[in-house]
């Protein structure tokens, strides 16, 4: 299912944040709940904050799209978190769900998965109250530009986190090494990164517009890390069972999982 590459105007313009979840994280239907990547995130997002004690001052996530699943387990560990996505549209809608207003999606199943995975008995309501009080503000970013979040210069943060993001941003697999170059120009040395992707995917349907994806793969995707100047702590790929009506609508095989730590500036 190849696709034209759909630009951050397209984004901007024909990206629909309630056909997305509804496509891919409802609880019932969504394929991402389906394939059980939902479910794999959230543990491995524990792991690398509540286990591997990646902490600190802030925390940048990148292309958080309208979810807010990311950050229940990283508000837990840094002082702050700072948004960041290229469509307007999104950002207005992560800022809604933070505040859990009437009518955006209903997190309450992936909220209870991971108080039940830190086991320290904590309320949805107190997770809710926890993550709106971590989150400050969510900024315009755009992952081509050599700074990200252009012309603001931000202190370097002490770690990136960007789920399912940048493979939809780039046209070529040049261009992914030069996004991980932009990306790792925000994380101080000793910093870290986290990020999953979607594998050999080349485009996925949402709101009824198919969007572009940059098929990748697990070897692609070691070599960029590391020669980015990162030390790959965690990396775990989950396979998809294959079903012909959902690989319509999203045709990838599998799911990637990273965390690394910045070594060396590049």
């Not at 299912?1 to 496509?23: A, I, N, S, V």
């Not at 990164?193 to 697990?218: D, P």
């Not at 790929?237 to 910045?262: G, T, W």
Request: hydrophobic fraction near 35%; proline fraction near 3%; include cysteine.
């Amino acid at each position: 299912m190849e696709t034209d590459f759909t630009d951050k105007d397209t984004y901007q313009d024909l990206f629909d944040p309630e056909g997305y979840l509804h496509t891919y994280y409802n609880p019932k239907s969504g394929i991402l709940v389906i394939d059980g990547f939902l479910d794999f995130a959230l543990k491995k997002l524990h792991e690398a904050f509540a286990l591997r004690g990646v902490k600190g001052k802030s925390l940048l996530d990148i292309g958080h799209g309208p979810t807010i699943y990311q950050d229940l387990s990283a508000c837990e560990s840094f002082e702050e978190i700072i948004g960041a996505d290229c469509t307007d549209r999104n950002r207005e809608y992560y800022e809604r769900s933070l505040r859990n207003e009437t009518g955006t999606f209903d997190w309450t199943e992936a909220i209870q998965k991971v108080c039940d995975l830190e086991g320290k008995g904590t309320s949805i309501q107190e997770k809710r109250k926890k993550l709106k009080e971590t989150v400050k503000e969510t900024l315009k970013c755009d992952v081509l530009k050599s700074n990200p979040l252009e012309p603001l210069v931000l202190p370097k943060v002490d770690c990136v986190m960007s789920l399912d993001c940048l493979e939809c941003a780039c046209s070529d697999l040049e261009t992914y090494r030069n996004v991980l170059k932009n990306v790792s120009s925000l994380i101080q040395i000793g910093g870290h990164l986290i990020l999953t992707e979607a594998l050999n995917c080349s485009s996925y349907l949402s709101g009824g517009k198919r969007f572009s994806c940059l098929v990748l793969t697990e070897e692609f995707m070691r070599n960029a890390i590391t020669e980015t100047g990162f030390e790959i702590l965690d990396l775990e790929v989950i396979p998809r069972k294959y079903d012909k009506e959902q690989f319509e609508l999203c045709n990838h095989d599998s799911s990637l999982f990273v965390l690394a730590r910045k070594v060396r500036d590049v």
